[in-house]
């Protein structure tokens, strides 16, 4: 017999661990619209995806007031299918992504918010910025001409580890890097102001190390299915 997790109730005992300006996405890829409706009924109002195709079904079946985060890589080929809509992309990793996210955002009449992903953790995956690849992207201007994306801040994943001290250290990296862009580039932009790190395992450590935002889809939804 499987159990049904009570959605509402691990929403509400996430939440409760966080503070008020720590904000919540609810991670939603692979689950059912209708655990997503749950959490909707119960308050929640920004919603996670990884994956264009499946971002693409939930919006029109959802509520017109759902915050959409892009969370997942996103190929520059797909950016003109969620730019109408998407309320931030989390995982910009290069300026050619960042480029057309502009293009298409210019089409739509709109500024879309964006935060540039780094790969901090040990685990080795083709996404995400070094600390040097974002300075140089940066350092570049050329996102400075791009009027139709507004960089918000700074994604990132720590290490899937046990050991807390390297998840800890990790984020506490990323928000000492978020502080030397926030100096040298965004002193005067408000915008810039979002440090997305914590996810199901690991965000009580974020919200210790600075998070601003925190992407949770295990805790509050149960294991996915694949
Ligand atoms: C799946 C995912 C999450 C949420 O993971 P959980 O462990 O289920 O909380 C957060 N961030 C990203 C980028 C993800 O792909």
Not at 29 to 47: I, N, S, T
Request: aromatic share 8%.
């Amino acid at each position: 017999m499987s159990t049904k997790p009570d959605i509402a109730r691990n929403l509400q005992k996430v939440l409760n661990d966080l503070p008020a300006s720590v904000k919540l996405v609810a991670v939603s890829k692979f689950h059912p619209l209708e655990m997503l409706r749950e959490v909707y009924d119960a308050g929640q109002r920004v919603f996670g995806e990884n994956h264009v195709q499946e971002l693409q079904q939930k919006v029109g079946q959802m509520p017109k007031d759902v915050e959409w985060h892009l969370i997942g890589h996103l190929q520059t080929n797909k950016v003109k299918y969620i730019v109408p809509y998407i309320s931030m992309i989390e995982s910009v990793d290069s300026l050619k992504l960042l480029q057309e996210i502009n293009k298409q955002a210019a089409k739509n009449d709109r500024v879309v918010r964006v935060l540039l992903e780094l790969h901090i953790a040990e685990e080795e995956t083709k996404y995400g910025l070094t600390f040097d690849a974002c300075r140089e992207l940066l350092a570049s201007g050329e996102w400075r001409e791009l009027k139709n994306v507004k960089i918000c801040g700074l994604m990132m994943m720590a290490s899937f580890v046990d050991d807390e001290q390297q998840i800890r250290s990790e984020m506490l990296s990323a928000a000492d890097f978020f502080d030397e862009v926030k100096a040298q580039y965004f002193a005067d932009d408000d915008a810039f102001c979002e440090r997305s790190w914590g996810m199901s395992h690991d965000y009580p450590i974020a919200v210790e190390c600075r998070s601003t935002m925190v992407r949770v889809g295990t805790t509050i939804f149960g294991e996915r299915v694949y």
